[in-house]
């Protein structure tokens, strides 16, 4: 069974920035169209960022000029790189494939506030 390990989120000021990682040991991120997902109380999971095999990226418009997701296929980790950070970012953030296919990790809380 696969299990994604979120990591890197913490509590970070108003425009500041945050590196968020996952990774996994039971299967390759290489060739997999990778996202990161986010999730406030009481509202459904938003997809935030994806990159496909090829290197392609995509972003929610809220998250565009500020947000970069990235891969790392040495290290079997995918990364968002968050800058100009907003109160509104404030989420658990996850990772899976951009099907949703892997079993949800427990994601990494990111809180943005003064």
């Known amino acids: 069974q696969v299990h994604l390990v979120e990591s890197g989120g913490g509590l970070v000021q108003p425009g500041g920035s945050l590196r968020v990682a996952c990774t996994a040991s039971e299967i390759s991120f290489k060739f997999l169209s990778m996202a990161w997902y986010r999730q406030t109380p009481g509202n459904q999971r938003e997809l935030v960022a994806s990159i496909t095999g090829y290197g392609l990226t995509n972003y929610v418009d809220s998250v565009k000029g500020r947000f970069t997701i990235s891969r790392d296929t040495a290290k079997n980790t995918v990364y968002l790189q968050m800058n100009s950070l907003k109160a509104e970012d404030t989420a658990v953030y996850y990772c899976?494939?951009?099907?949703?296919?892997?079993?949800w990790g427990q994601g990494t809380q990111v809180t943005v506030s003064s």
């Open positions: 899976n494939t951009l099907t949703t296919s892997v079993n």
